[in-house]
DNA sequence: GCCGTTTTCGGCCCGACTGTTTTCAGTCG
């Protein structure tokens, strides 16, 4: 696992760490166990420095959830590179489990069946099972969910190779300064300078002769390279996708990186503008009537053509921004500093785990103006939703650190679960307390669209309603977003001064991209939240941004944007 | 496996939902 490419290191580890403890589960180990590996995991990814250099300083005794046993794991993994121990361990697991555990209905106990019963260790062996009816019949295992099955296997099937933009881009990231540090300049194109939330191939312009192909594959340690299309592409793995280098010279860097980086549906509307005014783009540069123009970047290619530059992460083909490149009407898009502040943050009063301190501090650090505290409701006892008391305590402490922290505004909001029925699980009475209500659905996803609908446009019309949390529920390569009629949500959130969230966490970047453009379009406000149940959850921000852009969105039409009155006003409807 | 301590053991989140379970098992969040 550690071969190969370097990833950060405490992202390898934490990620050895939540094997440990699937494979401990599939073995029927204590439960208590496995959560511990699990929170040692997720303590490890909270820490802000690499932990060769936590080793360094003393050692791990400190960090809470990692005791002594597994603090002696870690120890070995990072200082000795010796996985052995997980080596034993996965021989005891079947080859699959990890994917088993995407489809969605099966835990460890229905995949614990299938490997002791019918011998089932892969998605491919559950597939062939269904097929000749050998899964039927299976204790835990209904009719209904077996039908379901097929279906589910191939779209856990179609996600091999993919991967969320956030670790594509971490990716990109370590290999680019593995690189650079050897004096080799790469550039970064495709899907991940496009902002792809969905990643199948990391793509580099590398300048300079293709000899360094060989220089590279060994600072990257990866053997096997094959030639497609003119690029070295190395096959995807499990820790990353594929990889694509094309060499490219100076003169040509330009053009390259636009070719490399637009989608083909942006590429070829550029060609057929190219045709009307007489210039020529192709992979050795710009030309006009047969002479090379010098280039010296994309900027300049866009003026050739009579077009506004568009920025990487618009290039999708779509009309709205060929035309808005024609009649030079690219809005300015929003920018990190527009962003005055975050909404939609968790803390420990349900299921965060930072106190409302350390997130009013976080925020601050971060230069935010404000900050809005969304606990969970009390229907959401998954995650410690809050009682009327719980509410009252908060709001006491809210209370205090204004008094304390006079340069930073605090608003008081709750996350309310969407019920059943489209109400909010709150009265009137308790939602008048906050200054914000974000509404969301986190149970009874599985209805039909019709009902569906009607649940949340009861939810919009709510006059509490502040904004609609994570709109589809998608979970990026791992659950489908519900079936909903969004023309209908958009055009009731316009109607009730209801805010969409872009929920910027990487794994959900909901609502799509695609549907702020006509929204703001119409009128509408759109609202980013990192979600954050840390205060490095704060940080995903960035991401919220980076596909805010994609969707053109404006500060203007952004609730972060505005100032803290100005979104307490925006609740109130005013 | 970790943690806290009334300190070396006992507790660690748990209710809703689904299916076919006639009293519960498995999954989800």
Same mark, same amino acid.
């Given at each position: 696992?550690?071969?190969?490419?370097?990833?950060?290191?405490?992202?390898?580890?934490?990620?050895?760490?939540?094997?440990?403890?699937?494979?401990?589960?599939?073995?029927?180990?204590?439960?208590?166990?496995?959560?511990?590996?699990?929170?040692?995991?997720?303590?490890?990814?909270?820490?802000?420095?690499?932990?060769?250099?936590?080793?360094?300083?003393?050692?791990? #005794? /400190? =960090?809470?959830?990692?005791?002594?046993?597994?603090?002696? $794991? %870690?120890?070995?993994? *990072?200082?000795?590179?010796? +996985?052995?121990?997980?080596?034993?361990?996965?021989?005891?697991?079947?080859?699959?489990?990890?994917?088993?555990?995407?489809?969605?209905?099966?835990?460890?106990?229905?995949?614990?069946?299938?490997?002791?019963?019918?011998?089932?260790?892969?998605?491919?062996?559950?597939?062939?099972?269904?097929?000749?009816?050998?899964?039927?019949?299976?204790?835990?295992?209904?009719?209904?969910?077996?039908?379901?099955?097929?279906?589910?296997?191939?779209?856990?099937?179609?996600?091999?190779?993919?991967?969320?933009?956030?670790?594509?881009?971490?990716?990109?990231?370590?290999?680019?300064?593995?690189?650079?540090? #050897? /004096? =080799?300049?790469?550039?970064?194109?495709?899907?991940?300078? $496009? %902002?792809?939330?969905? *990643?199948?191939?990391?793509? +580099?312009?590398?300048?300079?002769?293709?000899?360094?192909?060989?220089?590279?594959?060994?600072?990257?340690?990866?053997?096997?390279?094959?030639?497609?299309?003119?690029?070295?592409?190395?096959?995807?793995?499990?820790?990353?996708?594929?990889?694509?280098?094309?060499?490219?010279?100076?003169?040509?860097?330009?053009?390259?990186?636009?070719?490399?980086?637009?989608?083909?549906?942006?590429?070829?509307?550029?060609?057929?503008?190219?045709?009307?005014?007489?210039?020529?783009?192709?992979?050795?540069?710009?030309?006009?009537?047969?002479?090379?123009?010098?280039?010296?970047?994309?900027?300049?290619?866009?003026?050739?053509?009579?077009?506004?530059?568009?920025?990487?992460?618009? $290039?999708?083909?779509?009309? *709205?921004?060929?035309?808005?490149?024609?009649?030079?009407?690219?809005?300015?898009?929003?920018?990190?500093?527009?962003?005055?502040?975050?909404?939609?943050?968790?803390?420990?009063?349900?299921?965060?785990?930072?106190?409302?301190?350390?997130?009013?501090?976080?925020?601050?650090?971060?230069?935010?103006?404000?900050?809005?505290?969304?606990?969970?409701?009390?229907?959401?006892?998954?995650?410690?939703?809050?009682?009327?008391?719980?509410?009252?305590?908060?709001?006491?402490?809210?209370?205090?650190?204004?008094?304390?922290?006079?340069?930073?505004?605090?608003?008081?909001?709750?996350?309310?679960?969407?019920?059943?029925?489209?109400?909010?699980?709150?009265?009137?009475?308790?939602?008048?307390?906050?200054?914000?209500?974000?509404?969301?659905?986190?149970?009874?996803?599985?209805?039909?669209?019709?009902?569906?609908?009607?649940?949340?446009?009861?939810?919009?019309?709510?006059?509490?309603?502040?904004?609609?949390?994570?709109?589809?529920?998608?979970?990026?390569?791992?659950?489908?977003?519900?079936?909903?009629?969004?023309?209908?949500?958009?055009?009731?959130?316009?109607?009730?001064?209801?805010?969409?969230?872009?929920?910027?966490?990487?794994?959900?970047?909901?609502?799509?991209?695609?549907?702020?453009?006509?929204?703001?379009?119409?009128?509408?406000?759109?609202?980013?939240?990192?979600?954050?149940?840390?205060?490095?959850?704060?940080?995903?921000?960035?991401?919220?941004?980076?596909?805010?852009?994609?969707?053109?969105?404006?500060?203007?039409?952004?609730?972060?944007?505005?100032?803290?009155?100005?979104?307490?006003?925006?609740?109130?409807?005013?």
């Amino acid at each position: 696992m550690c071969r190969g490419v370097p990833l950060d290191n405490n992202r390898i580890i934490a990620s050895a760490l939540l094997e440990t403890a699937r494979a401990y589960e599939f073995l029927d180990e204590n439960p208590y166990k496995v959560q511990a590996y699990r929170k040692a995991a997720h303590a490890v990814l909270q820490l802000d420095e690499p932990l060769s250099g936590v080793l360094e300083k003393g050692g791990l #005794s /400190g =960090i809470p959830g990692i005791g002594k046993t597994i603090a002696a $794991r %870690i120890e070995s993994w *990072v200082r000795g590179h010796d +996985f052995s121990d997980l080596e034993e361990l996965r021989a005891r697991i079947p080859s699959g489990l990890d994917e088993l555990l995407k489809v969605p209905g099966l835990g460890m106990k229905r995949i614990r069946i299938l490997h002791e019963q019918r011998s089932i260790g892969s998605v491919e062996d559950l597939m062939d099972a269904v097929k000749e009816g050998k899964v039927s019949g299976l204790r835990a295992f209904p009719a209904k969910f077996v039908s379901s099955l097929p279906r589910a296997l191939e779209r856990v099937m179609s996600y091999r190779g993919k991967f969320t933009i956030d670790l594509a881009l971490a990716y990109a990231e370590e290999i680019r300064s593995v690189l650079a540090a #050897s /004096g =080799i300049q790469v550039h970064l194109a495709g899907q991940c300078r $496009r %902002i792809s939330e969905i *990643v199948e191939k990391i793509e +580099f312009l590398v300048e300079g002769g293709e000899g360094e192909m060989d220089k590279i594959m060994g600072l990257l340690k990866e053997p096997r390279v094959e030639i497609k299309g003119g690029a070295y592409e190395m096959p995807p793995k499990a820790v990353r996708p594929a990889l694509s280098f094309i060499f490219v010279s100076p003169d040509a860097l330009a053009a390259r990186l636009l070719i490399a980086t637009g989608s083909a549906g942006h590429l070829d509307e550029l060609k057929n503008i190219a045709a009307e005014t007489g210039v020529e783009i192709d992979e050795r540069g710009v030309y006009r009537k047969g002479e090379m123009i010098a280039a010296r970047d994309e900027e300049e290619i866009y003026r050739l053509l009579g077009l506004q530059y568009l920025p990487p992460e618009v $290039r999708e083909g779509r009309d *709205v921004e060929m035309a808005l490149a024609r009649s030079h009407t690219v809005p300015e898009l929003i920018r990190r500093e527009d962003v005055r502040g975050t909404i939609h943050n968790h803390t420990v009063f349900s299921d965060g785990t930072s106190t409302l301190e350390e997130m009013v501090l976080g925020a601050r650090e971060r230069g935010y103006q404000w900050i809005g505290i969304s606990d969970h409701s009390r229907s959401a006892y998954y995650a410690g939703g809050m009682s009327q008391d719980d509410i009252a305590e908060q709001h006491r402490e809210i209370d205090e650190l204004k008094a304390r922290y006079r340069d930073i505004e605090i608003l008081k909001g709750i996350e309310s679960d969407i019920l059943a029925d489209g109400s909010l699980d709150y009265p009137p009475e308790i939602l008048e307390r906050f200054d914000f209500v974000v509404a969301s659905i986190h149970t009874g996803m599985d209805i039909d669209r019709e009902t569906m609908t009607k649940r949340i446009v009861t939810a919009l019309r709510n006059p509490f309603t502040t904004m609609l949390a994570h709109p589809t529920g998608r979970i990026l390569l791992s659950r489908e977003p519900y079936e909903v009629d969004m023309d209908a949500v958009l055009e009731e959130a316009f109607r009730n001064n209801v805010a969409l969230e872009l929920n910027a966490n990487p794994s959900r970047l909901d609502i799509d991209w695609r549907l702020i453009e006509p929204f703001i379009s119409a009128g509408g406000i759109i609202v980013l939240s990192p979600d954050a149940h840390t205060v490095e959850g704060l940080d995903d921000m960035e991401f919220g941004l980076k596909l805010a852009r994609k969707g053109f969105l404006t500060a203007g039409a952004c609730l972060n944007s505005f100032g803290a009155e100005g979104v307490r006003l925006f609740a109130k409807k005013i």
